[in-house]
């Protein structure tokens, strides 16, 4: 039982690089997240998918883009990355209503 | 805005003593209310939720949780920590109104175990 798979978990850019985080949860959640947490801040949304089909912003999304592939899969892109984007990334997901699991978390270095 | 408060960093505490973590929330109505916790270079695990009722919460590892909506609080609480306790904790709060729901966390309070 996997519940919220994120690949890759470490991952270091050079400033203006591209890449995509990959999450994949097998849960048949309907709802999908992508949070940013950064020390002393918590975790912050970036974005949020409700349902298949729809991607809404969060609190911090200058700079990402995402697609909801399909229900089980949430993707965040960087087109360019810049090192304020350094941070752990965690995917979650949730049955409507209910309560939000997390994958273990990627972390991103951008230098 | 709604917003959740964690007032404490930073706690030590001694092993086998008790331990509480203070979280406050604002929000217009009493929304689902949950605790993580997150260990060095893990993901998070969730500890205990509440929705409604029983305002007394239990968790895993021992942990409980209050909810006090007088005082807009939901505190967790453990008679006797151990020293694999030692982690940050997460306080967290969703309104789902409507169709979009997201979580609110806490800023995080990092939990100290003395010998």
């Known amino acids: 039982n996997a519940g919220v798979t994120q690949t890759p978990k470490f991952q270091v850019l050079k400033t203006g690089q591209s890449m995509t985080l990959q999450c994949a949860q097998d849960?048949?959640?309907?709802?999908m997240y992508w949070y940013r947490q950064d020390p002393g801040m918590g975790l912050r949304l970036i974005y949020y998918?409700?349902?298949?089909?729809?991607?809404d912003k969060g609190e911090v999304p200058n700079g990402y883009n995402v697609s909801r592939l399909n229900k089980r899969e949430f993707s965040l892109r960087l087109e360019s990355a810049a090192p304020s984007q350094t941070s752990v990334y965690f995917c979650?997901?949730?049955?409507?209503?209910?309560?939000?699991?997390f994958g273990e978390g990627s972390w991103l270095t951008v230098v | 805005a709604q917003s959740v408060t964690q007032p404490d960093i930073h706690i030590t505490v001694s092993e086998g003593a008790s331990l509480e973590l203070r979280c406050n929330y604002s929000?217009?109505?009493?929304?689902?209310l949950f605790w993580y916790v997150q260990s060095p270079g893990q993901g998070l695990q969730l500890l205990l939720k509440?929705?409604?009722?029983?305002?007394l919460v239990q968790g895993i590892k021992g942990f409980e949780a209050e909810f006090k909506r007088s005082q807009s609080s939901f505190n967790l609480r453990k008679p006797s920590v151990h020293w694999s306790d030692a982690a940050e904790y997460f306080c967290a709060a969703v309104n789902y109104g409507g169709s979009q729901g997201n979580l609110i966390f806490g800023k995080g309070t990092k939990l100290s175990v003395k010998p």
């Open positions: 849960m048949n959640h309907n709802s």
């Open positions: 509440y929705f409604s009722g029983d305002t």
């Open positions: 998918s409700a349902s298949e089909g729809t991607t």
């Open positions: 929000y217009g109505a009493t929304p689902y």
């Open positions: 979650a997901s949730s049955p409507s209503g209910n309560t939000i699991y």
